[in-house]
């Protein structure tokens, strides 16, 4: 097995280095990777998708999906630490909303693509 791409006999060798002189550092890879492995949870994609519409804090998602609050707060907690949602307080209650339409635009494009 060859060990390093010179070791590869290369038909176009200036198209394969243009490409790799693109590719961004395997790091930021790496947190893509993770970013996608959020979206790999449909309670999660639910909550997403119920934030499309308007801010809700967790009793509010409980009852709309069906779920217990800790759940609800499990998921939440993730897609906050993925920067997916952000939150407010108001007095005691606290409001999820989508961290900005970066998250709506992952999800519309993921759905265009399933839908075809």
């Given amino acids: 097995m060859p060990e390093n791409h010179e070791d590869f006999l290369c038909v176009r060798e200036d198209v394969v280095?243009?490409?790799?002189?693109?590719?961004?550092?395997?790091?930021i890879l790496y947190d893509l990777a993770e970013l996608f492995k959020v979206f790999g949870d449909t309670t999660r994609i639910r909550i997403l998708y119920a934030l499309f519409e308007s801010e809700l804090c967790v009793n509010d998602m409980a009852q709309l999906?069906?779920?217990?609050q800790t759940a609800v707060s499990h998921q939440l907690r993730v897609l906050k630490n993925n920067k997916l949602v952000k939150f407010r307080k108001e007095g005691k209650i606290i409001f999820y909303s989508l961290s900005d339409d970066h998250v709506k635009s992952l999800i519309e494009t993921g759905m265009e693509h399933v839908e075809e």
């Fill in 65 to 68: 999906l069906g779920l217990s």
């Fill in 17 to 27: 280095e243009s490409v790799m002189a693109q590719m961004p550092p395997d790091e």
